[in-house]
């Protein structure tokens, strides 16, 4: 078996370290990653400047660029092979409910996805890489079972995956989930540079909305891993019918015609 593996926390972060002396256990593995932290940068490429590749002491490549840069380069002629499975983490920190939307951990196993490879976004819920190791041993675990159930090397799947941070015994089973919600964002923060400028600092994410059962929130907060499949397609399937009646509406003249008619 084949892994690459990315990360939007860079190429030296803890998380993406223990996940690759985890997998290197039970397959061959690259690792392609950002230079830098590259935190909710979702699904973006970089379009206007160049892009650079560099080798790590350890073996490990990066790029000047983002999470799907990495995936992208990687799966375009830098691998030089398929991959059978591309993973992304371990991220520090949750990506759960909206986060999932902004979330370049999810960017990156996207990338592999729309190419047509199975991917996985690992996650820790609490920052700061508490039990670490217990996570990348959950991970690989994971990944030889579903090696195990052949599935790879068949149709592309793209799983987010959110490990809590507890010791490996304590950690419960996988569950399968619905992402849950958050609030809105909280208000943004304003400071003043040492030149009198006005700075803004993006907000810190909402509290909370919806950790119900059967969500990766409800099922975290529980001490079990939850997996949640998803999908690119952003298609609003359940009102293209409101939609085409709105769309025929739209295609109507906004103004009568008139038909000129001259005196007798």
Same mark, same amino acid.
């Given at each position: 078996?084949?892994?690459?593996? @990315? ?14 002396? &985890? ?7 690259? =690792? ?17 400047? %160049?892009?650079?590749? *560099?080798?790590?002491?350890? +073996?490990? /490549?990066?790029?000047?660029? $983002? ?14 092979? /398929? ?18 939307? #902004?979330? +370049? ?22 920052? *700061? ?14 990944? =030889?079972?579903?090696? /195990? ?24 089973? =996988? ?18 540079? %040492?030149?009198?400028? $006005? ?26 891993? @939850?997996? $949640? ?11 293209? +019918? #409101? ?15 008139? &038909?000129?008619?001259? %005196?007798?």
């Amino acid at each position: 078996m084949k892994i690459l593996i @990315s990360n939007d926390d860079g190429y030296q972060a803890p998380g993406i370290v223990a996940l690759f002396e &985890a997998l290197k256990e039970v397959a061959d593995v690259d =690792v392609i990653a950002p230079e830098q932290n590259n935190s909710a940068k979702s699904n973006a490429l970089t379009l206007h400047s %160049p892009l650079y590749v *560099n080798r790590a002491s350890n +073996g490990f /490549r990066y790029i000047n660029g $983002t999470p799907a840069d990495c995936v992208h380069i990687a799966l375009t002629g830098l691998l030089g092979y /398929r991959p059978d499975l591309v993973v992304s983490g371990i991220n520090n920190g949750a990506n759960m409910g909206d986060d999932t939307i #902004y979330s +370049g951990t999810v960017g990156a196993a996207m990338e592999g996805y729309l190419f047509g490879i199975p991917a996985i976004a690992f996650s820790q819920v609490d920052r *700061n890489w508490v039990h670490l190791e217990s996570a990348a041993r959950k991970a690989r675990d994971l990944v =030889v079972q579903m090696s /195990r159930q052949h599935l790879f090397g068949h149709s592309p799947w793209l799983l987010n995956v959110n490990i809590p941070n507890l010791p490996f015994d304590e950690i419960g089973h =996988v569950k399968l989930c619905r992402l849950g919600r958050r609030h809105a964002a909280e208000a943004v923060i304003t400071q003043e540079s %040492p030149r009198g400028e $006005t700075m803004y600092w993006i907000g810190a994410a909402g509290p909370v909305k919806d950790e119900a059962d059967g969500t990766d929130f409800h099922a975290t907060t529980n001490g079990h891993i @939850s997996m $949640t499949p998803l999908k690119v397609d952003l298609t609003d399937h359940d009102h293209l +019918g #409101y939609w085409a009646q709105t769309a025929a509406r739209l295609s109507e003249p906004i103004y009568p015609s008139v &038909a000129s008619s001259s %005196p007798i």
